[in-house]
């Protein structure tokens, strides 16, 4: 096996690592058996170098066949850097891009494009694809590669991706595949050292406000009316702070607003941070990505475009400050942060929507890749929904304000349990707040020496009081903003009551230490 520094001085093109070797031969034995027109998907994690593999295929199969080969991305950086491998893989090739000139396109045996590009070329007959033996598809989960298959029903179609679940539920990927080729796993790619090691916190917060689209993930409207507000935003602020801070570190929103307002808390505390989104030039993205790299602590707050075909190796913090139902884009959003370096084989990853608790551990051996191929509508019935999340949640004290009550052997207090416990007793579901104000009046007076030493206590309590009538709402089935809010207010009012009516009476009635 290679040391990780020998990795890293790998010159592409020159040498592939032995499970790139087999992947390689699996398809070129698929390949040999199989029929011209067949379609085969192989599957490889972010970071396990599918460009080197398909650029080797490409080479090899050019080399073997007396056919020409076409390669189809989703995004014009995409083609840039596949035509750069492919080049460094001595396969001369031609970028067909808006601008190009296909006068010489005879002179070529590889292209490379971009699927919108290509399919406008396609239907006004300027490229002439009566000689294309083989089509490679990057990220072929993105179904809009799918259209273009009409053009090529003589051609061997290889796609390639990370994750192969359909962008489209309505689309699965085993409509437009024959087979499925599963490469080297996200556990075995840490343990050979040419992956690092994902190091997961993760930060529970209330989704239900979210709504889905269309497209079958969070909308940008109900993203960003929940991570602009102060709440999130101050949890975003102390995540960074208790893992992140000095450390190179990617921000991935859903929306350009929060990004702009992510920015703006980062830059506003003194932190230096960019962000970048979609609406940037070809300059200004330059720019930043050039700063980003040269900045040891430096923060990129960003929206959607980094997730592909964007390779910073030095990142060490992961920060995904969103929620999605889609596990390929939690997959690519972690990828970013797991080049291997000499000096780095983990990196941090904090989850501030939720994912972990949905689909898992990044890398999970859960993941039956073929049985999510074949299946995706079983896998996707099994993702827990937002209200099963939640419930399962346990309010956990942050430790800095779990030292201020370092005197009470438990603050926990189980909201649910007690609804249940109260109803089946035939009371009131009120008497759950009552006992909850009891409950926390009790870790107030066990770590104070006089009642004003109390009522200081209850500000530290906020989080976990919110967290309480959060949960108190879902068991009576009522959260509109306004009665929330006034619960609240008046919770605090009535413990703050309670501390001052009773503190004397529960202080003396406490064990003596």
Not at 57 to 67: A, E, F, G, R
Not at 214 to 236: F, H, I
Not at 497 to 506: G, P, V, W
Request: some cysteine; overall charge negative; hydrophobic content about 35%.
């Amino acid at each position: 096996m290679l040391s990780i520094s020998e990795q890293e001085e790998r010159k592409t093109g020159k040498e592939l690592y032995s499970y790139q070797k087999g992947a390689i031969q699996k398809i070129f034995q698929c390949f040999e058996t199989a029929a011209d027109d067949y379609h085969l998907l192989y599957q490889l994690p972010t970071g396990g170098g599918k460009t080197v593999i398909f650029s080797e295929i490409v080479s090899q199969y050019l080399k073997t066949h007396k056919k020409k080969v076409l390669v189809m991305t989703h995004r014009i950086e995409l083609c840039k850097q596949t035509s750069s491998v492919l080049t460094e893989f001595g396969v001369q090739n031609k970028v067909i891009d808006s601008k190009a000139n296909l006068e010489d396109q005879s002179k070529f045996d590889c292209f490379v494009a971009m699927v919108e590009t290509l399919n406008n070329r396609l239907k006004d007959d300027k490229l002439d694809i009566s000689d294309i033996g083989l089509i490679i598809i990057d990220e072929a989960h993105y179904n809009s590669f799918t259209k273009l298959f009409k053009f090529f029903e003589k051609s061997f179609v290889l796609g390639v991706t990370a994750t192969p679940l359909s962008s489209n539920i309505e689309l699965p990927m085993a409509d437009n595949y024959n087979e499925l080729i599963v490469g080297e796993s996200i556990e075995s790619l840490i343990e050979n050292e040419f992956l690092a090691q994902a190091k997961m916190y993760s930060y529970n917060v209330g989704l239900t406000s979210l709504v889905v689209g269309a497209n079958g993930d969070y909308t940008v409207k109900s993203s960003e009316d929940l991570y602009t507000n102060n709440e999130m935003l101050s949890k975003l602020m102390e995540a960074y702070n208790e893992r992140c801070e000095g450390k190179k570190t990617l921000i991935f929103n859903n929306g350009i607003n929060t990004s702009l307002f992510v920015y703006d808390l980062f830059r506003n505390a003194g932190y230096p941070v960019a962000h970048l989104d979609n609406t940037a030039s070809k300059k200004e993205r330059t720019q930043i990505l050039k700063w980003f790299k040269e900045t040891p602590n430096a923060i990129l707050t960003s929206v959607s475009i980094l997730t592909t075909g964007f390779d910073e190796p030095t990142v060490e913090s992961i920060i995904l400050n969103r929620a999605t139902k889609s596990l390929t884009l939690y997959y690519q959003m972690i990828g970013r942060g797991s080049r291997i370096l000499k000096n780095k084989n983990s990196f941090d990853v904090i989850d501030l929507g939720n994912n972990f608790h949905r689909f898992g551990p990044w890398g999970s051996t859960n993941l039956d890749w073929q049985r999510i191929f074949k299946y995706p509508n079983y896998y996707l019935d099994g993702v827990l929904s937002d209200e099963e999340l939640e419930s399962n949640f346990i309010y956990e004290m942050p430790e800095d304000i779990r030292a201020s009550f370092s005197n009470s052997e438990d603050v926990y207090f189980d909201v649910n349990k007690t609804y249940i416990q109260s109803i089946r007793s035939g009371e009131s579901s009120k008497v759950v707040l009552k006992r909850s104000i009891e409950q926390h009046a009790l870790i107030c007076i066990e770590n104070s020496e006089d009642v004003y030493d109390a009522l200081a206590l209850v500000k530290l309590l906020t989080d976990d009081i919110d967290f309480r009538i959060h949960r108190y709402s879902k068991c009576i089935s009522k959260s509109t903003h306004n009665f929330l809010t006034w619960l609240k207010e008046d919770y605090k009012k009535k413990l703050r009551a309670y501390l001052r009516e009773n503190f004397d009476e529960i202080l003396e009635a406490l064990p003596k230490v």
